[in-house]
């Protein structure tokens, strides 16, 4: 980037410490950046050393007396751990995990066939994968606020989607997106660019990042690689559409109108190698016209890759130079963006720059002007791109015009106002865009603000996800938790409240308000085909080798005090707890049969197994439930 394109530092902006940036520091940032990742000692170089503003104000904010609830939900992604973290705010302490990609020993996920059926497996009945690396997640919208019906995540590892069921708060469908590598950004729709009465969520969008052949058939000539955005039908989780585009995807966003989503783009250069991808001064976010590439679907105009059968649309730059057809639009941002974020009056998106000190804020009345021949060049879209510091990654809002974005080099947040930046931008000096900065402990990636991407941002939470945080806990060996921050932002001035502990690597989440939801604390027993509904249908069912049990838990016993079975029997066990009093949860483990799962009130849950080992085997009860809790057991008597 020359020196001579970028906006002049201005002194309330307080950047202070440095004068950025010419082409020399901008290539000491990228080995920065790049050191950060494997190497906590340079980052530590980086990181800011002033105490956080105010601490003690806040501190009362955060901390809930015991028996208090929270008054916020956060949903959180678990990262490796590949579930959804659910967690109460303002306190930040985490309430559940919600297993979906990856085996979760609580709960018996992987174990049972029904969540073994949501996983995915292989021919011969084990899973199909069983890691995972979840990044974002989002929820169904409606009328621009969340509605409570379900939040989908990301696997990056393995391209695949989960929906979460927001009423029960457990994972039921997964779907693997074809021809994708490194499934990054997720961001739903926020209602239907065409008909007016959806005003609610029913595509989900997915960016795909890593470039690979198309179909993948393992050739070296990078030239040939290429990226692929997809559109999920919220409902059923099959895939719509697919367009092919030049470049890559990183964030996703969508606009309120349902007209627009966008991605923003690192590798506009398409470079197969680390060097390459940093080669141009500019990059871009690339919107998609929903409504054209639903007609264009509805027309005919796609082709397909590979066995997949999903049609896919031509979005590359060569296709779409005429505004008045063009599916695409790429819009040019500063060297390697990342995060892009609809602020929540609906007018604009947010580019942070990360390779570049800067916030670029493209307003969306004017892409749809581009698309419809009425704004020449779509560059005038583009109605700010200010300095905000250094390594800017994640905006969120406030809705009183203000946006917060992580800079991850400077280890700060810092809080601008955007009508403000787009004042300066068209010239008026005088614009004082930076309200405040505040410190955070370290190396900023994900934050968000209480209902942030919603029409109803209220301003009053922030949490910020510290990649390191070295020295702010007790040292616990080689691998350190990562800090989530919870800062106050409802007044001008940012306060930092808490600090909390987490294992790697949340990535991204969101916070809204606890009455958006209301989730059921005891399933229906219509929700599983294979419920056992009352004790007297208990018993073994044979039919040759195939052997079905059948049993009840209700506290302190389960409906079999004992069952046989013949060694080589292939058996499916199914139990079903007719408790249905809240809270009451009974476990079911098999002894040298690698079995525990969970079922909760009214849950039906089942277990295939072959009975290889002879023998007499205590199946208990894992979950405690009962003064007899330790009794409540039933004999499993394997016959040689
Ligand atoms: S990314 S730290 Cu996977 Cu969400 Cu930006
Ligand atoms: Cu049932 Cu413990
Ligand atoms: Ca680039």
């Known amino acids: ?71 916020y939900y956060g949903l959180w992604s678990g990262g490796h751990t590949g579930d959804m973290r659910v967690l109460g705010l303002p306190s930040g302490r985490e309430i559940t995990r919600i297993p979906c990609f990856v085996p979760d020993a609580l709960v018996g996920w992987g174990i049972t066939n029904e969540s073994k059926k949501i996983m995915g497996t292989k021919a011969d009945g084990s899973l199909k994968y069983t890691v995972a690396d979840t990044h974002h997640t989002h929820a169904s919208y409606k009328d621009g606020n969340y509605d409570g019906r379900y939040a989908w995540i990301n696997d990056k590892i393995n391209s695949r989607i989960a929906r979460i069921r927001l009423d029960y708060f457990v994972c039921d469908k997964i779907t693997e997106l074809p021809n994708v590598q490194g499934f990054h950004g997720i961001f739903p729709d926020k209602r239907d660019p065409v008909d007016e009465k959806i005003n609610y969520t029913t595509r989900v969008f997915c960016g795909g990042e890593f470039s690979i052949p198309l179909p993948n058939t393992g050739s070296e000539d990078a030239s040939k690689y290429r990226s692929l955005f997809t559109c999920v039908d919220a409902e059923s989780m099959e895939v719509r559409w697919q367009v092919l585009i030049d470049g890559n995807c990183d964030l996703t966003a969508t606009s309120y109108d349902g007209k627009l989503a966008a991605v923003n783009q690192y590798n506009t250069e398409m470079g197969a190698k680390y060097e390459d991808m940093m080669s141009a001064e500019r990059d871009a976010c690339l919107f998609f016209n929903v409504a054209r590439i639903e007609a264009a679907v509805k027309a005919g105009q796609f082709k397909t ?84 510091g250094l390594g800017p990654l994640h905006t969120a809002f406030d809705g009183r015009g203000n946006a917060y974005t992580t800079l991850f080099l400077d280890s700060q947040v810092v809080k601008w106002n955007v009508e403000a930046a787009i004042k300066f931008h068209k010239g008026d000096k005088s614009a004082k865009y930076v309200v405040d900065r505040i410190d955070v402990h370290y190396q900023p990636g994900h934050l968000n603000a209480s209902q942030s991407e919603t029409k109803a941002a209220d301003g009053k939470y922030l949490a910020v996800g510290c990649k390191f945080s070295k020295d702010r806990f007790l040292p616990v060996g080689p691998l350190h938790p990562e800090n989530e921050q919870m800062i106050d932002i409802s007044g001008e001035k940012m306060v930092l409240m808490a600090d909390h502990p987490v294992r790697g690597e949340p990535h991204d989440f969101i916070i809204f308000k606890r009455d958006l939801l209301r989730p059921k604390q005891v399933y229906a027993l219509d929700e599983f085909p294979l419920a056992v509904k009352d004790p007297k249908e208990s018993g073994v069912f044979r039919n040759g080798k195939k052997v079905t049990v059948k049993l009840t838990s209700q506290a302190p016993a389960f409906s079999l005090r004992e069952f046989k079975l013949k060694k080589g029997d292939e058996v499916t066990l199914i139990l079903t707890n007719l408790d249905k009093i809240a809270d009451l949860a009974h476990g079911f483990a098999i002894p040298n049969y690698n079995v525990n799962f969970i079922v909760n009130p009214l849950e039906t849950a089942s277990v295939s197994f072959v009975a290889d080992k002879p023998g007499v085997f205590w199946c208990y009860c894992t979950h405690f439930c009962h003064a007899l809790h330790l009794e409540m057991r039933t004999r499993m008597i394997v016959e040689a």
Request: charged share 20%; aromatic share 4%; hydrophobic share 40%.
């Open 1 to 71: 980037m020359s020196q001579d394109k970028q906006p002049k530092p201005t002194a309330e902006a307080s950047i202070g410490r440095r004068t950025f940036i010419n082409t020399a520091a901008l290539a000491g940032l990228t080995v920065g950046v790049a050191a950060c990742t494997d190497k906590p000692t340079s980052a530590a170089a980086s990181a800011a050393s002033a105490p956080a503003a105010g601490g003690l104000v806040g501190a009362n904010a955060s901390h809930l007396k015991p028996g208090e609830l929270d008054t």
């Open 305 to 388: 890759i590979g066995s997949s059968k999903v049609p896919v649309v031509d979005g590359t730059r060569a296709s779409n130079k005429d505004p008045k057809t063009a599916l695409t639009a790429y819009v040019s941002m500063p060297k390697n963006p990342h995060g892009v974020n609809a602020s929540p009056d609906g007018k604009y998106f947010i580019c942070a720059g990360k390779l570049s000190p800067t916030g670029s804020v493209i307003e969306l009345a004017k892409v749809l002007d581009w698309f419809e021949g009425k704004l020449e060049k779509l560059d005038a879209a583009i109605v700010a791109e200010v300095e905000l």
